[in-house]
């Protein structure tokens, strides 16, 4: 596939999609988001990519929206009357959803500033590991606007209710530190070593059943709406399902044997 404003490379399983507007600070745009949204939908389609890492070019993971053109742009007036169509076709509008329905595993290699949609973007991924440059804002309530479903959906499952509501309502940054300190990332590392640590945390996640990981990704995002008895009976359906499947017993039989297992995501 041929980009323009991101980088798609995928090898040995593992994909990497580097936002590649540097000279703006990796800013997303409309034909950005659209980019990135159908390398993702190939991500998850291509058997040969097991992991996905999002990263940015330059000095920026993604400053969030380019002001110029999502907001200020000379098409806006009719850009809106087009949401204002989908809205009452109930078409989502985000550019979130291929990322938070993504099913496989996804990790955030944050290089640096992550603002706005930026932040969103970054909280769709499974694991976040940090550059000591990264900073965290959403930055929304400053432009007079709420986040994206991730900021509302995410944030305060992942950092706690009183955290989140601090960083939506104040729209203040948070720097690498403070980040890992309240969960909103899993590691921060010298920004050397970000690219490797996010390449060894996607090996690591390479040894995992393929299936199993998709089921358990299914499964806790079910579970922030399900009642306990629906979930439980979701989950039996689904483990009943798993016992099946070639890598469970690929999955039994290495650990007897003892020896690392060879799953085939079947």
């Keep these: 596939m041929d980009f323009g404003d991101i980088i798609y490379d995928k090898s040995d399983g593992i994909a990497v999609l580097t936002f590649n507007r540097p000279q703006a600070m990796n800013a997303g745009t409309i034909r ?14 291509d058997s040969e990519v097991r992991v996905l890492i999002l990263t940015g070019a330059g000095r ?24 204002r169509i989908r809205r009452i076709q109930g078409v989502i509008t985000s550019p979130l959803p291929p990322l938070l329905e993504f099913p496989k595993p996804l990790i955030a290699a944050v290089n640096g500033p992550a603002v706005g949609e930026g932040v969103d973007i970054a909280l769709c991924c499974d694991i976040r590991i940090a550059s000591e440059n990264a900073r965290f804002a959403e930055m929304f309530v400053k432009r007079g606007l709420q986040p994206d479903l991730a900021g509302i959906y995410l944030l305060w499952r992942v950092t706690g209710l009183a955290r989140a509501y601090e960083m939506l309502l104040t729209g203040d940054f ?39 990981q998709q089921a358990i990704k299914r499964a806790v995002k079910r579970s922030f709406s399900a009642d306990i ?16 499947t070639e890598d469970h017993i690929e999955g039994a039989r290495s650990f007897v044997e003892k020896r690392p297992a060879r799953f085939k995501g079947r």
Excluded at 35 to 45: P, T
Excluded at 68 to 77: H, P, V
Excluded at 180 to 201: T, W, Y
């Design 32 to 45: 950005s988001y659209g980019e990135m949204g159908a390398a993702v939908d190939a991500a998850a389609a």
């Design 60 to 83: 920026a993971f993604h400053a969030g929206d380019d002001v110029k053109q999502i907001f200020l742009g000379q098409d806006q007036a009719e850009r809106e009357s087009q949401w």
């Design 174 to 212: 948070v720097n690498a530190r403070e980040a890992e300190r309240i969960g909103l990332v899993n590691k921060v590392v010298p920004h050397e070593q970000l690219m490797d640590e996010a390449m060894a945390m996607a090996r690591r996640l390479l040894e995992g059943a393929p299936l199993a």
């Design 229 to 244: 008895r629906s979930q439980a009976e979701f989950q039996d359906a689904i483990e009943a399902t798993l016992y099946q």
